[in-house]
């Protein structure tokens, strides 16, 4: 438990000033502040960018639940670089914020920059992702899914839909990124069981569409590519890629090559109903709610959980079709 005190929320000219400085000082990454009241808690929020559907809905999330309680959301959007997060950081702490909100891209590289966050006394709340870190008072707590264990469950779910035996694609997310870590050492962890489950081919889409269909392009073309039984996507998005190089391609993907992906958007579920995808493990990017319920309870002094780990579910196709319409995301 983590206990952090009391930033009152005040009204700040002097912390308006700091902020245009700051901004222009360290510019690029897109801030975008709201227009709440004067004494309305300052969240600063640090997304990755919009890579995925995932992403997308995430910021939806962020956004909408912070406006519904009138917090005052500074955001920024790092367009996928970690040196534009840890700029927007800085420019959070001289806007001397209540709260710090950070969706890190990749797991390393945060210490120094939370160092100056914790001499400033703003809490860090991280959300999605973990960071990589020696010292865990630098950060108050890590709202996310579990993203090992999302990566055994795909990887279980293909151990039972191929009894066994398969010849495996993996895409896998951002390199560096905890997801993309943590769903291929879950996944790896549970095959190592099934001598008949071979990873052949493994490299990164970057979590997006065009991405994952590149490099589906490139293992089909590759000396294993006609032998491939599977497919491994870390998020449904590269998936979706996949499965028009597949197509382009003349094999049936869901048919010919099994596909399991992680986060189970909107877009997965329609490839489901049409036998595209197999299955997809749910990683809900709607977090909204866990993240403003822990940065008023820090803003408030009050302990907050160090883990709070947000869990999914497992979708196959055959419930696509009865279930798609009520996909939040
Ligand atoms: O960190 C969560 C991952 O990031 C999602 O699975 C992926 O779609 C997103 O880009």
């Known amino acids: 438990m983590t206990s952090i005190s009391l930033r009152a929320a005040r009204f700040r000219p002097v912390s308006y000033l700091l902020a245009l400085v700051s901004l222009a000082?360290?510019?690029?990454?897109?801030?975008?502040?709201?227009?709440?009241?004067?004494d309305s808690l300052r969240v600063g929020f640090s997304q990755i960018g919009a890579e995925s559907a995932w992403r997308t809905a995430n910021t939806e999330s962020i956004q909408s639940e912070a406006a519904a309680r009138g917090i005052d959301l500074v955001f920024s959007d790092a367009q996928q670089?970690?040196?534009n997060q840890i700029r927007a950081l800085r420019s959070f702490i001289a806007q001397d914020v209540d709260v710090i909100v950070l969706a890190p891209v990749?797991?390393?590289?945060?210490?120094?920059?939370?160092?100056?966050?914790?001499?400033?006394?703003?809490?860090?709340?991280?959300?999605?992702?973990?960071?990589d870190v020696?010292?865990?008072?630098?950060?108050?707590?890590?709202?996310?899914?579990?993203?090992?264990?999302?990566?055994?469950?795909?990887?279980?779910?293909?151990v039972d839909a191929a009894g066994g035996e398969a010849v495996i694609a993996e895409l896998q997310g951002t390199p560096g990124s905890a997801p993309a870590l943590a769903r291929h050492k879950g996944f790896m962890e549970v095959i190592a069981d099934h001598p008949g489950m071979k990873v052949v081919k493994s490299q990164s889409g970057d979590f997006t569409r065009a991405r994952g269909k590149e490099v589906m392009e490139a293992f089909l073309k590759s000396p294993e590519g006609k032998d491939l039984t599977a497919l491994y996507a870390h998020n449904d998005d590269m998936a979706l890629g996949a499965i028009q190089a597949?197509?382009?391609?003349?094999?049936?993907?869901?048919?010919?090559?099994l596909i399991v992906s992680v986060d189970a958007v909107r877009g997965a579920f329609e490839a489901m109903v049409d036998g595209k995808l197999?299955?997809?493990?749910?990683?809900?990017?709607?977090?909204?709610?866990?993240?403003?319920?822990?940065?008023?309870?820090?803003?408030?002094?009050?302990?907050?959980?160090?883990?709070?780990?947000?869990?999914?579910?497992?979708?196959?196709?055959?419930?696509?079709?009865?279930?798609?319409?009520?996909?939040?995301?």
């Not at 897109?30 to 004067?38: D, F, I, K, L």
């Not at 990749?106 to 920059?113: L, M, Q």
């Not at 020696?134 to 293909?158: C, H, M, N």
């Open 25 to 38: 000082f360290f510019g690029c990454s897109r801030e975008t502040p709201s227009s709440s009241g004067a």
């Open 81 to 83: 670089k970690q040196e």
């Open 106 to 131: 990749v797991e390393t590289g945060w210490e120094p920059v939370l160092r100056e966050i914790q001499r400033a006394g703003i809490p860090v709340i991280l959300s999605d992702r973990k960071v």
């Open 134 to 158: 020696s010292d865990p008072s630098l950060y108050a707590t890590f709202i996310g899914p579990d993203s090992v264990e999302e990566g055994r469950k795909a990887a279980q779910w293909l």
């Open 246 to 257: 597949l197509e382009e391609a003349g094999v049936q993907p869901g048919k010919d090559i």
């Open 278 to 329: 197999n299955a997809t493990v749910e990683c809900t990017p709607i977090i909204g709610d866990y993240v403003f319920d822990a940065a008023e309870a820090l803003a408030a002094g009050e302990p907050v959980d160090k883990r709070i780990v947000v869990k999914g579910a497992v979708y196959e196709q055959d419930q696509a079709a009865s279930l798609i319409d009520s996909r939040p995301y």
